[in-house]
Each structure stands twice: as C-alpha cells, then as structure tokens.
C-alpha cells in the first residue's frame, strides 16, 4: 500500500544504544578471540545474532503481565494461555514449557526411539542433540535447492522432499522410522516456508504407515503468513484459518514461544493424543514444573497469551516479512549475495559467493561476521564451516557442511528499516572491499564439536 510502509507501531519506550569506535571495536573483538557470542552485548549498535528471545513486547501484554496468577496450580493465567493457543493451534492439549528446547526434550522421550529413524526438513539442534543423546538417528530430507544456497529461488524451500522419505521407509520398512517432524519456518537454511501441500502430503505418507507426525512450530505465523501470500487457494484464507489447517497434520506440536510467541522467554508442547498428553504433563513435572505452570511465571504465560495472537495479526506479518525482504532487496542492489528468496527472520549471506577466494576451512562467513561487527557495530552469526562443521569420527577429517552463510537474524518489532539501511550500507562497503580480506584460523574450540560456534576462538590470517 503505497504511503504505508513503515512500521505498524508507534515506540512509547526507548533502550539506549551505545555509538563505538572501530578501534574499540577491534580491541574487543580480539579480546572475543573474534566470536561473536564473546562480545558484551553493551558493546553492539544493531544486534542480529538471533530472533530468539529479543521481541519487543507491546502495551498490551506489559499490561497482561500485571493480571498474573501466581498460584501454583490451576492459574487463572494458564487457562487464559490455554484458550489461545487451542485457538491457532486448533489441538486441545496443552503443557507450557521453560523454553522450546524443553518441549523438544518431551517431544524426544516420547517419539524418538534408539536405532529408529527421525526424519525432518532440517532438524532443530536442540531436537537433534536430545534425539542423539536418545540414540535415534536424526536425519535431514529438505529438498535439494533447499540445501544449496546459490540455487535459485523457490517459494517453499523449507519443503520435505517426499521421495527421500518413500525410498527410506521401502529400504528399511516402515517401523523403522519412529517420527516424521516438520519446522516451519525451517530455520537451518534461511527460514524458508514449507507449503501446506507439502506438510498434507508428508502427512499422508506417514500417516499410511502408522508413523506419527510432529511440527517444530517456533515460527508458525512466518509460514502461515507465506503460505497466505503464495501459494495456490490460500489467498482469502485468514491467518489463523491457515494455522489451523496446518497443525490438523500433525498429532503433536512443540515450539519455542521466544520467536512468534512475541515474548523473552517460554515454550508450548501441544498435542491431540491424551495418551501422549499424560506423559507429557509426567515428563513437565520431573523437568519444568507443575502442568499448569510448566516452569513459567502467571505473569509470563498471559504475555504469551496475548503475543501469540499478535503474532497473528496480518498487518504486523506484512510488516515483519517485508523487513527481510527490504534488508535482502538493498543488499542485492549492492551486488552482496544472499540466499533467495528472503525467508522469515532474516537474511542469510552466502558466505562462500561473497569471498569467492576465502575457502570454507578458512571460515567465510565467519570472516565476515567480524567485518560487520569491525565496520559498523553490527552483530550478526556464523551458519557455516564453524557452526555445522564435523569432524569425520572415523580418519578425523574435517566435514564441511551444504550451507555457509552469515545469518542476518531481525529481532521483532525492535529495528526500524534505517537500522536495516545501516546494515545494508556496511555490508555493500565491505563488499566493494573484498579482496583485501583474508580467512581465519580456528584455534579453540571446546570438547563438543556441534556447540563449539558458541565459544570458538580464532585468529586472524
Ligand atoms: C529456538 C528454536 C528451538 C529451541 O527453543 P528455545 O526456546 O531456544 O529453547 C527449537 N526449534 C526451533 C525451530 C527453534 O527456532
């Protein structure tokens, strides 16, 4: 709409942010050893690490906050979360959690089974660790343009590639496989939506098999919103229409409430199996808390009560999805190559295209998370050669993963887009400079191979 492009709020209440010197900058970033996980966040301008947590919340739910029911059990709070969540959820069952990663734990107990297969787009790495520790063998069925990041754009490359999952369950037989689970948005590879024909059609082939179907719902009013505007029969449909739809594939539905809940902290595990249920709610009270609590305050559970239908509103998802896609569209008119199209949460560079002559053991994108920080104050995150990198168990080679990318993660309803044109500026400056960057050299990494990204040192070649 033309005149209405700007932000579908008013700021009644401002954070400080601290304006730094490159050569503080520089100094701090070699006392981090160059992570960016190390730096105080005092010390960042715009800070795009993550989405996870970092919501501004609106009048509404500070004021929700003031109506929380301590009580232990049976909160009055509880109840009003669980109203909201069986209305987008369309699912009846309902237990909070302290965070996602929690109610991925549940979720891991009760469907992933040792020496069992679970399939999924790409896999969350909170669900992967728990399933590995489970020892389940956690496998990754997006479809191929999903995986390559200089392919070209496709408006669903979060999709599950069906005739992977078809040639699995022939070769290894059904009972094999103990749970089909669907992220959406899919985060791993850009937060690229998976289409409602596709969630139907993995739904059907799991459910013709006895194989039970979960979805990873941390961004369910993204995809919701991106099914809405591309795909074929949902253009007139509301956004809750379409998350309804969605969840009716699945039996069960986790999610970490700190990204489209609209809230700093909190999960949901969500189910239509009463059997599962109670489990769950055993499970809830060992590890998080009471079922009607789950490890959350009153005040907590009515903020995500009323953010979750916030999150819904249409107006606030054209505004958050045209964010992305107005950081993307400026850094492509810089020439800065990024995964197209832009998908939910932020905007992945291509690491590898945009320094053609850093190879990934010398950590691309990395490289540039540094160059961002260094130039401008901006904090983004390494998806690439350090996070997702493997060391081959048998000969102890180094694996280098399908994506390599800096992930450009957009806090909701936290950045104006002239904080996205500063980010844009840097990154097209830093571009035009290419040629006189050089890699890095990994030079700690902890015992964990998988969750050495957090506390990685490197240096400088
Ligand atoms: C963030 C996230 C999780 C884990 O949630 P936390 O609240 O961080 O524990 C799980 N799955 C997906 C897809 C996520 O984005």
Do not use: C
């Given at each position: 709409m033309r005149f209405m492009t700007a932000?579908?709020?008013?700021?009644?209440?401002?954070?400080?942010?601290?304006?730094?010197?490159?050569?503080?900058?520089?100094?701090?970033?070699?006392?981090?050893r160059y992570n960016a996980f190390q730096i105080k966040a005092e010390n960042v301008y715009i800070d795009c690490i993550t989405d996870s947590g970092t919501s501004a919340m609106s009048s509404e739910q500070w004021s929700a906050l003031m109506l929380g029911d301590e009580s232990y059990a049976g909160s009055k709070s509880f109840y009003k979360l669980e109203a909201s969540v069986q209305d987008i959820f369309g699912m009846p069952y309902v237990q909070p959690t302290h965070q996602g990663r929690a109610a991925d734990y549940i979720m891991a107990k009760l469907y992933a089974k040792e020496g069992k297969f679970a399939i999924g787009n790409m896999h969350f790495d909170t669900f992967r660790g728990n399933a590995e520790v489970l020892g389940a063998l956690a496998v990754d069925y997006v479809v191929d343009n999903g995986?390559?990041?200089?392919?070209?754009?496709?408006?669903?490359?979060?999709?599950?590639?069906?005739?992977?999952?078809?040639?699995?369950?022939?070769?290894?037989?059904?009972e094999q496989v103990s749970v089909v689970i669907i992220t959406v948005t899919c985060n791993n590879n850009g937060g690229q939506p998976v289409s409602m024909k596709n969630i139907r059609e993995v739904s059907?082939?799991?459910?013709?098999?006895?194989?039970?179907?979960?979805?990873?719902?941390?961004?369910?009013?993204?995809?919701?919103?991106?099914?809405?505007?591309?795909?074929?029969?949902?253009?007139?449909?509301?956004?809750?229409?379409?998350?309804?739809?969605?969840?009716?594939y699945c039996e069960t539905a986790t999610m970490s409430s700190k990204?489209?809940?609209?809230?700093?902290?909190?999960?949901?595990?969500v189910t239509r199996n009463e059997e599962i249920l109670k489990h769950a709610q055993q499970l809830a009270i060992v590890h998080e808390g009471f079922i009607t609590y789950g490890g959350l305050a009153?005040?907590?559970?009515?903020?995500?009560?009323?953010?979750?239908?916030?999150?819904?509103d249409e107006q606030y998802l054209e505004y958050r999805i045209n964010q992305a896609k107005y950081l993307g569209d400026r850094l492509m008119e810089s020439g800065v190559p990024i995964i197209e199209p832009t998908g939910g949460h932020g905007v992945y560079v291509d690491g590898r295209r945009f320094f053609p002559h850093i190879p990934q053991s010398e950590f691309p994108s990395q490289r540039l998370v540094v160059a961002l920080y260094e130039e401008a104050g901006v904090r983004a995150v390494e998806l690439g050669a350090c996070a997702f990198g493997a060391k081959d168990p048998i000969t102890g080679k180094d694996i280098y993963p399908d994506v390599e990318a800096m992930r450009i993660a957009l806090s909701r309803r936290v950045y104006t887009n002239s904080h996205m044109d500063v980010i844009a500026n840097a990154l097209g400056e830093i571009y035009r400079n290419r040629d006189q960057y050089k890699g890095m050299k990994l030079v700690y990494e902890g015992p964990i191979t998988s969750l050495r990204h957090f506390t990685a040192g490197f240096e400088l070649l």
């Open positions: 932000e579908p709020f008013r700021i009644k209440m401002v954070e400080r942010l601290k304006k730094t010197t490159k050569e503080q900058r520089q100094q701090w970033l070699k006392e981090a995986k390559d990041t200089a392919s070209q754009p496709h408006p669903f490359k979060g999709n599950i590639d069906i005739t992977k999952i078809e040639r699995l369950i022939e070769e290894k037989g059904p059907n082939l799991a459910k013709s098999h006895n194989i039970p179907v979960v979805i990873d719902a941390a961004r369910l009013s993204e995809n919701a919103y991106f099914i809405q505007q591309r795909e074929e029969g949902y253009k007139n449909k509301s956004i809750k229409e379409i998350t309804r739809e969605m969840f009716s990204k489209d809940g609209l809230v700093n902290i909190g999960g949901l595990f009153g005040r907590d559970l009515e903020a995500l009560a009323v953010g979750l239908q916030e999150g819904v």
